[in-house]
């Protein structure tokens, strides 16, 4: 099956500060990218739909002055969590659609973001 | 009308046994549906998956039963191990230019006892 990555893999931070996590593509390019939530013993809560060269497309409910998604290229998007506080602490996963009929998901190991 | 209903919550099988976990949709606009599982503190990794014009799918120990007409679908896993212990998510995904969005299940966290 096709790779995602993430990175990093875990990252602790001072409240007020921004992190950047990447998703890469490995094996495949990704014009579209998808962007996750979840919080411990929950499902996984849709944030936004990155798009290669062009804006990010935010799920209602979702700040996207506070998770900025930049879709640098095909095999990489970027979330960055500005100005970070603790409720922002959660897991964060990325997914990337291997093009095919059904344009089958496939996901990253999610970066684990605690906010102290 | 976007949901997906997903039960049990959680489900505690002896090894050995049958673990089966149900879904359920309304959208008939929904023209395929994945099952991940996850381990903690690892992103999903799809399972198998399934398109609505197949009532049944296996892969080794794995296998989707799907009702279209109920619209509602099943993962079985026979000879269920202690390895299988995770939790297990279905999902659909709408037809047309959704790019692979999925619409998740609530879940259901699968111990398997020795």
């Known amino acids: 099956g096709a790779v995602v990555s993430q990175h990093p893999s875990w990252v602790i931070c001072k409240s007020g500060t921004s992190v950047k996590i990447e998703c890469r593509s490995l094996?495949?390019?990704?014009?579209?990218m998808f962007w996750y939530r979840q919080f411990p013993k929950q499902s996984l809560m849709l944030m936004a739909t990155?798009?290669?060269?062009?804006?990010?497309?935010?799920e209602q409910g979702v700040e996207k002055d506070k998770f900025l998604i930049n879709h640098a290229s095909l095999t990489l998007s970027t979330l960055t969590v500005t100005s970070a506080h603790p409720e922002d602490s959660s897991f964060y996963i990325c997914?990337?659609?291997?093009?095919?009929?059904?344009?089958?998901?496939?996901f990253g190991p999610g970066t684990r973001l605690t906010v102290l | 009308q976007q949901q997906v209903k997903q039960s049990p919550q959680s489900l505690i099988v002896q090894k050995g046994g049958i673990s089966i976990i149900n879904c359920a949709y309304e959208?008939?606009?929904?023209?395929?549906f994945p099952w991940y599982q996850q381990f903690p503190g690892k992103g999903p990794a799809l399972l198998i998956a399934?398109?609505?014009?197949?009532s049944e799918k296996k892969e080794g120990r794995f296998t989707i039963s799907f009702n279209k007409s109920a619209k509602q679908f099943s993962l079985h896993i026979m000879d269920s191990q202690p390895g299988d212990s995770a939790t297990y998510f279905c999902a659909a995904k709408l037809g047309g230019t959704s790019y692979g969005k999925l619409t998740f299940g609530q879940g259901t966290i699968l111990t398997v006892h020795p």
């Open positions: 959208n008939t606009a929904f023209d395929y």
């Open positions: 990155s798009n290669e060269g062009s804006k990010a497309t935010y």
């Open positions: 399934i398109r609505p014009d197949v």
């Open positions: 094996d495949f390019q990704a014009t579209t």
């Open positions: 997914s990337a659609p291997l093009a095919g009929i059904f344009n089958e998901q496939f």
